[in-house]
């Protein structure tokens, strides 16, 4: 079974640049995670999705942040304008169904913004 | 607001100590608790998982303890090898707001060969 996948693996751009990054989850897994992890800290989530419906976005900047996951499958996360405080590993992670305790991550994106 | 605390934040201990990793929660009202690995340029795996009715949790050299009331959690690793060199990271899962897991800042661990 393949895993959770992310690309790219890393990014550098400057900041006020806009970068995206993408997720496809394991195949027949309704619910998706966005999480973001600066160094040092464990990771914060930043929006759920169950299917292509938001289930959590509190904790996403939505000023800067957005994310869509069309048809239910993979998913975007976009910056648009990225800041210096936005440079972290942006990990994605997908469960079979929602309020399943058992979640697959992939490698994630370190991102950096200069 | 639920925090969670791991401490101490890095450890280095030789091959084949045991030892103990800790977790600290500020309110009891949890689902479950999941110690997760971290490993350098890779996502996280679970490990193991406790539900709030239960004590303890193994798997192979691994132990997890849950001490609900007190906030506190424990991951002993017995016989430590240099293939558990990674980052350990606690997570709680609130009963409060929407299903999703509190992560804690993690341990560091190296075990020297």
């Known amino acids: 079974e393949a895993g959770v996948a992310q690309s790219p693996r890393y990014k550098i751009i400057e900041k006020r640049q806009s970068v995206a990054f993408w997720c496809n989850p394991i195949s027949g897994h309704a619910t998706l995670y966005w999480y973001q992890q600066i160094l040092g800290q464990g990771p914060k989530l930043l929006i759920q999705?169950?299917?292509?419906?938001?289930?959590?976005d509190s904790q996403l900047p939505k000023d800067r942040f957005s994310a869509e996951r069309l048809k239910g499958v993979d998913s975007t996360l976009k910056i648009q304008p990225a800041k210096l405080e936005d440079s972290a590993v942006y990990l994605c992670a997908s469960s079979l169904k929602f309020r399943q305790d058992t979640q697959y991550f992939g490698p994630g994106t370190r991102l950096t913004v200069l | 607001k639920q925090e969670v605390t791991q401490i101490p934040a890095a450890l280095s201990v030789p091959e084949g100590e045991n030892l103990v990793l800790n977790c600290s929660f500020t309110?009891?009202?949890?689902?479950?608790l999941q110690w997760f690995r971290q490993d350098p340029g890779k996502g996280l795996t679970s490990l193991l998982l406790?539900?709030?009715?239960?004590r303890e949790q193994t798997s192979g050299r691994l132990n997890a303890s849950l001490d609900k009331s007190s906030g506190r959690s424990t991951l002993y690793i017995a016989a430590s090898q240099p293939g558990d060199s990674a980052t350990y990271l606690c997570?709680?899962?609130?009963?409060?707001?929407?299903?999703?897991?509190?992560f804690g800042t993690g341990t560091r661990l190296k075990v020297l060969a």
């Open positions: 999705f169950q299917n292509n419906g938001v289930v959590d």
């Open positions: 406790i539900q709030s009715s239960q």
């Open positions: 997570a709680v899962r609130p009963t409060s707001g929407t299903y999703k897991y509190i």
């Open positions: 309110d009891s009202a949890i689902y479950n």
